[in-house]
């Protein structure tokens, strides 16, 4: 197959302007100025015939921004227990009406006289909710970090903000975390319980130190890194494992940062710290425990669904796992029968990472100052759900908008684990449009959500995308290219590079030794055009297993046998090459994800030098 070389070899790059939200379109006054991104200019085609208020986030025009453009106090429920310090901002700016406990009935008959709704876990905002509200529900607020009990499409389907509070309780959950640790170690629980029974049993209740032992802490966000500040300071040598994490951060709190496998291989203790998301959950199951120390401690204030609890009960009673300190379940509350809370050697609480009055009143003012934003047609940096985008622009963009996703998702799997993205993250863009013709921002946006959202809790889109990126110390930069051919097709091609990263799969190198992945859209389908140095023709869709191999006769034969022979189908199957009888990548897309044995058969055919399996 003949090589495509990459368009930056051949065509100059056309300079992007930087964005100044205060002085280009009205329409977008929510986007913040982050210096950190290179923004294209969005001057939109004539041809789409869009008004300024067709762009805006939340609706000018709509009653609420109406009226508090007017002077008059937006209306605003607040349907579970908050705290008053949040009250009182919220009183000072609107009418607050504290209406705790309502049935999901009168929930719909009141939302449609309120502007805002501030909901913590218990209230759920379903679709019957936002359409009760008849347009008028212009933010929902969370106090609190989970959304799960929001609709967020139909949110966005009827124009609806959603915000929450994602910064107040991180104390909190880090010293409940350290808390469990040194009450783990010392066995106070079971001690305080026995003695309240009458009991005197010293010996039976001999703990463990903590100094100069090894704590691994599994997620090294906001919770994660102030763990380990405290874990330094009470002795322990602080590794951690997140493939996210800058290393300078890392460096700067003391911590080394490690592959998965290392981590918890070396760890005394392992702390908990990473969001529940499809790659996440039941990561610690009977493989991983096969892998830790023996006798390691564990201490989970995240999210229950990370541990396979049936595996960690049987890691228990065989002595794998020395002890175990648990404050979040799979299922809240746990059955009163649970073996997991029973067992001697597990501490239990009630899910109070985030139960101090602190952090309760902390929560309460973040979330107040976020409605009371949002409300004023400010972007709330906490936004979680998209805003309107115009049909006309979703249209034309929605292929190349799967497409940006799902090259972003497969750059940042190439990425080997522990190493992190430190380095810039580029994305080029070929079309034969103007620059001034194409906004860039929802593309832009999805090549975030595709990096960022596999290894995180964070629900990115274009409102907060670029706030997401900078937070985690991404460097996003964006380069256009001019190709000659027909202005009717938006894009021709979508790359991405990540610079300064340790490749999973050598062969995704390019010559100038970064991460190189191009996309291209096909009869409306997005599709893999380029790995590396090296031409493939992958459609983007289920699973694929990338192989770098020797070009003999008989390999594709051999692979689709192993394949075949292990009951996983073959959807496609494409193979570039340098030259015959030299080097090849051979890409395979397969409708279910292979066991580790099948794997492992295909990485032991001697000509295939390395191997890769990717999620899309």
């Known amino acids: 197959?003949?090589?495509?070389?990459?368009?930056?070899?051949?065509?100059?790059?056309?300079?992007?302007?930087?964005l100044n939200p205060t002085t280009s379109l009205p329409s977008l006054s929510f986007l913040p100025p982050f210096a950190s991104i290179s923004l294209p200019s969005v001057r939109l085609p004539s041809h789409h015939h869009l008004s300024n208020r067709s762009l805006r986030?939340?609706?000018?025009?709509?009653s609420s921004f109406a009226a508090v453009a007017a002077g008059a106090k937006p209306t605003v429920i607040v349907a579970e227990k908050l705290g008053e310090a949040g009250l009182a901002l919220l009183r000072e700016f609107a009418n607050v009406d504290c209406a705790y406990d309502l049935s999901p009935e009168e929930l719909c008959a009141k939302i449609s006289l309120c502007d805002a709704l501030i909901v913590r876990s218990g209230t759920k905002v379903t679709r019957d909710v936002l359409e009760a509200s008849k347009g008028r529900l212009k933010v929902v607020g969370r106090a609190g970090v989970g959304i799960d009990n929001v609709d967020l499409l139909a949110a966005t389907e009827?124009?609806?903000?959603?915000?929450?509070?994602?910064?107040?309780?991180?104390?909190?959950?880090?010293?409940?975390?350290?808390?469990?640790?040194?009450?783990?170690?010392?066995?106070?629980?079971?001690?305080?319980?026995?003695?309240?029974?009458?009991?005197?049993?010293?010996?039976?209740?001999?703990?463990?130190?903590?100094?100069?032992?090894?704590l691994a802490v599994?997620?090294?966000?906001?919770?994660?890194?102030?763990?380990?500040?405290?874990?330094k300071g009470l002795g322990l040598h602080v590794v951690a494992h997140d493939p996210y994490a800058p290393v300078d951060r890392a460096r700067a709190v003391g911590v080394e940062l490690l592959p998965f496998d290392d981590a918890i291989s070396t760890a005394d203790f392992i702390s908990l710290h990473m969001p529940l998301t499809p790659t996440t959950n039941k990561l610690f199951n009977e493989e991983t425990f096969a892998k830790v120390k023996k006798g390691v401690r564990i201490v989970n204030v995240a999210r229950g669904g990370v541990i396979d609890e049936e595996a960690l009960v049987r890691a228990l009673d065989d002595g794998t796992v020395a002890q175990a300190a648990l404050d979040v379940f799979t299922e809240e509350p746990p059955p009163r029968d649970s073996r997991l809370v029973q067992h001697e050697n597990v501490t239990v609480t009630p899910h109070l990472g985030a139960s101090t009055m602190e952090a309760q009143e902390g929560v309460a003012i973040e979330i107040a100052q976020a409605v009371i934003g949002a409300l004023k047609g400010e972007l709330a940096a906490t936004a979680v759900n998209a805003p309107m985008v115009?049909?006309?622009?979703?249209?034309?963009?929605?292929?190349?908008?799967?497409?940006?996703?799902k090259l972003g998702r497969l750059a940042v799997q190439l990425v080997s684990g522990g190493s992190g993205i430190k380095g810039v993250v580029k994305v080029v863009y070929t079309s034969s449009r103007d620059p001034d013709d194409l906004d860039t921002r929802l593309l832009r946006a999805m090549v975030i959500k595709g990096i960022v959202e596999p290894i995180s809790s964070v629900f990115v889109n274009i409102v907060n995308a670029d706030y997401v990126s900078k937070q985690r110390g991404l460097r996003l930069s964006e380069e256009r290219i001019f190709l000659d051919g027909s202005p009717e097709i938006p894009l021709h091609s979508i790359q991405i590079h990540l610079s300064n990263v340790e490749a999973r799969?050598?062969?995704?190198?390019?010559?100038?030794?970064?991460?190189?992945?191009?996309?291209?859209?096909?009869?409306?389908?997005?599709?893999?055009?380029?790995?590396?140095?090296?031409?493939?023709?992958?459609?983007?869709?289920?699973?694929?297993?990338?192989?770098?191999?020797?070009?003999l006769p008989g390999m594709i034969g051999r692979v689709g046998s192993i394949l075949g022979g292990k009951n996983v189908n073959v959807s496609f199957m494409s193979v570039a090459r340098n030259a015959p009888r030299k080097q090849a990548i051979m890409a395979i897309g397969v409708d279910e994800e292979p066991e580790k044995e099948t794997l492992q058969m295909i990485g032991e055919i001697p000509a295939i030098e390395e191997f890769v399996f990717l999620k899309l």
């Not at 197959?1 to 930087?18: E, G, Q, V, Y």
């Not at 599994?218 to 874990?231: H, L």
Request: hydrophobic letters at 45%; a neutral charge.
């Open 57 to 62: 986030f939340l609706p000018s025009a709509s």
């Open 158 to 214: 009827s124009g609806c903000l959603v915000v929450n509070a994602p910064t107040a309780n991180t104390i909190a959950a880090a010293e409940h975390a350290i808390a469990l640790l040194t009450a783990m170690s010392r066995n106070v629980a079971a001690a305080d319980a026995s003695l309240k029974a009458g009991k005197w049993q010293r010996n039976k209740y001999v703990g463990v130190s903590l100094v100069g032992k090894t």
């Open 218 to 231: 599994m997620g090294f966000g906001k919770v994660g890194s102030e763990v380990a500040r405290r874990a």
């Open 505 to 551: 799969f050598a062969s995704a190198l390019s010559d100038a030794g970064d991460i190189r992945v191009e996309g291209r859209v096909k009869d409306g389908i997005p599709r893999l055009t380029m790995v590396g140095s090296l031409s493939v023709d992958v459609s983007l869709e289920g699973n694929v297993i990338l192989c770098r191999q020797v070009d």
């Open 1 to 18: 197959m003949a090589l495509l070389p990459p368009p930056t070899h051949s065509l100059p790059p056309l300079t992007l302007t930087s």
């Open 390 to 405: 115009p049909s006309e622009v979703l249209s034309e963009l929605s292929p190349y908008v799967t497409l940006a996703e």
